[in-house]
């Protein structure tokens, strides 16, 4: 939705608009990829802490916090606070992800729901048969669940440092199966690892959250209520004996997202349109309110944790858990340990035939209907990196032992982590050494994409600009009235003239409730089309948004030489309308709610506008196109 004041200056790479927020899935990709870094400088500080200062580092942790209200109260040392506390926050966060994938993303397309499931386990059982095997009749077999998970912030940063010019679609499919793997890992804790229950507060936390449930389905959007019924479930789930992170992420799959429609963002507009009108503290909170609610809650809890989770929370787990006192002798021990040797093979060797070998296997049993959504080389160094598991590993480690044995333990975790960052570097520099075609199928594979476009794109219906076998189009939805149409037109402008097989269809979407002449636009070029002239039309009013009177309209007829009085009659009698109504429909049931929206060969594209991001759009959309053709690269 755009404001009806902005201006319409001409797009600029620099202008706030270029840098415009990013789509919600690419946001979690780069705010994981980002925080790895504090990550990563979050263990070396415990590292050298831990061994500058043994005793200290040890002591700071297990002091004792206590909360206490009358006769009631948790107690509870500090690394328990952040393990069980502050780490449900983070679990909310891989919940919150997880359901939107779900709503939104790859995953709305149940069928495709079974590959990360079955990738994800595959991932999780081979490890953890690898680790048994070198535990096999011992008492350290019982921390079998410290193979399973992969870190997806350390994942997905050490694959862009590894992997830098890998497509965002191959970190997509990463975190799809490791949101599997953070499931089952809470799933586990919560089962296996969890201590001595109580039955009456168990069933406590259980009705707490029967009874989030209940208030979403009764419409309430009071974040104050859903916040208490949290804090009281998690309190209930600390005293059954049930790790309580598992509030954060039943709470996280528990909160829908959808796109903002339109209704709701016209509605959000003339809530603000009365407030300007009339600046009443009651219209201000009308207008706060309709803002508000036109996001989606799984939109609106993301923006509010992810960064606090990956910047803070996850940092200071790990300050708080990978302190180990290093030796000599202790690391001559440590790597002769089944403990370690099991945690470390497990995950560098069992996680990418575990996910490989699933993926592959049920390519094969389904006759290619379910397949990776990238080639298969990418498909291998997503495994390899998926060895990289440190948050829930440790979680789970502390939990499963003590003393010596966690020291081992977490030997084997950061050990995992260096070595699988390695292989997956050498499997990424060989994909870069292949030909061209070969390298695109390795990256991108073959495999068909999830189609955003409701109406398919019609030559006689629809306004095209470019050739009509073109292997990529790009669908505008758009609004001439509209300041950040125009500042897109500029882009379309070059890549149209930099991808001579490029396919462009504008399609229109006059937000009337802000824009009030860009009804009258849309029909004027309509008009012009049944004289042939749609896209100078098209152009003459991109190039003058701040004059689309009729007199205007009238003035750009005149300019382009068509046939003044047949114009007018078709303005009048809005021949153009019936048109502009079956796109905007189409809109409607494509989920487009604001201008201007693109479709890349019918994938919708999020995030800027500006000439890199829909230049690599287009890029990719042609890789994929002509590695299914077989054209030429």
């Known amino acids: 939705m755009t404001s009806p004041d902005a201006p319409a200056s001409r797009f600029s790479l620099r202008t706030p608009w270029a840098l415009s927020p990013q789509t919600p899935l690419r946001q979690f990709l780069r705010t994981e990829t980002g925080s790895a870094a504090v990550l990563l400088a979050a263990t070396v500080a415990a590292l050298a802490w831990a061994n500058i200062d043994p005793s200290g ?47 939104l993303g790859e995953l709305r397309e149940r069928r495709r729901l079974a590959l990360p499931v079955l990738v994800g386990l595959g991932g999780m059982i081979v490890p953890i048969a690898i680790y048994l095997v070198f535990n096999a009749g011992q008492a350290s077999a019982h921390g079998w669940g410290t193979t399973m998970s992969t870190d997806t912030a350390f994942a997905l940063g050490m694959l862009a440092l590894v992997g830098p010019d890998v497509p965002d679609r191959v970190r997509t499919y990463l975190l799809t199966f490791a949101i599997v793997d953070d499931v089952a890992g809470i799933v586990v804790i919560a089962v296996v690892y969890s201590g001595r229950l109580d039955l009456a507060a168990l069933a406590t936390g259980l009705g707490l959250l029967g009874a989030v449930v209940l208030v979403r389905v009764l419409g ?80 609106r809890l993301q923006q509010l944790f992810h960064p606090w989770t990956s910047y803070l929370i996850v940092p200071l787990f790990a300050l708080a858990n990978a302190g180990i006192t290093i030796s000599g002798g202790f690391l001559a021990r440590a790597f002769t340990s089944p403990i370690t040797l099991g945690i470390l093979v497990g995950y560098v060797a069992g996680k990418p035939v575990g996910t490989a070998g699933v993926a592959w296997l049920l390519t094969r049993v389904s006759g290619g209907r379910i397949r990776p959504p990238i080639g298969w080389a990418a498909v291998a160094g997503v495994g390899t990196i998926a060895g990289i598991g440190f948050i829930v590993s440790l979680l789970i480690a502390s939990l499963a032992f003590r003393g010596p044995a966690l020291a081992e333990a977490k030997v084997g975790i950061l050990s995992a982590a260096i070595c699988a960052s390695a292989v997956t570097w050498i499997v990424f520099l060989v994909i870069t050494k292949l030909p061209k075609r070969l390298r695109l199928r390795a990256l991108l594979g ?117 046939d003044g009085q047949r114009f007018i009659a078709d303005l009048r009698r809005r021949t153009g309308q019936a048109k502009i109504a079956a796109d905007v429909d189409s809109a409607d049931i494509s989920g487009v709610g604001g201008t201007p929206t693109f479709f890349v060969n019918g994938l919708r594209h999020h995030g800027a506008y500006d000439i890199d991001e829909l230049s690599d759009a287009v890029r990719t959309a042609r890789a994929r196109a002509l590695i299914g053709s077989g054209g030429p690269p």
């Not at 700071?60 to 926050?89: Q, Y």
């Open 57 to 103: 580092y040890s002591a700071l942790w297990a002091t004792e916090l206590s909360i206490k209200i009358g006769v009631a109260g948790l107690a509870a040392d500090l690394r328990e606070w952040v393990n069980s506390g502050l780490m449900a926050f983070f679990f909310l966060t891989a919940g919150l992800e997880a359901r939107r994938e779900f709503d």
């Open 220 to 299: 309430v959007h009071n974040g104050a209520c859903y916040l208490v019924l949290g804090i009281a479930a998690w309190i209930a789930f600390f005293k059954s004996g049930v790790d309580p992170v598992v509030v954060g992420l039943a709470a996280g799959l528990l909160t829908l997202a959808y796109p903002a429609t339109r209704s709701d963002l016209e509605q959000a507009s003339e809530s603000f349109r009365l407030f300007r009108e009339q600046p009443t503290p009651e219209l201000a909170r009308d207008a706060r309110e309709s803002v508000r609610t036109a996001i989606s809650p799984n939109d």
């Open 446 to 562: 073959t495999s068909r994409t999830i189609i955003d476009l409701a109406v398919p794109v019609d030559a006689k219906r629809d306004h095209v600009r470019g050739p009509d076998r073109a292997p990529v189009t790009l669908v505008e939805y758009g609004d001439f009235e509209c300041p950040y149409c125009g500042q897109a037109e500029a882009v379309v402008r070059e890549l149209l003239a930099d991808y001579g097989d490029l396919r462009y269809v504008w399609r229109h979407l006059p937000l009337t409730d802000v824009h009030p002449h860009a009804q009258l636009a849309a029909e004027a070029t309509e008009a012009a089309g049944r004289q042939g002239k749609f896209w100078e039309m098209h152009d003459q009013l991109l190039d003058h948004q701040g004059d689309l009177t009729a007199r205007d309209l009238v003035s750009y007829a005149t300019v382009l030489d068509l």
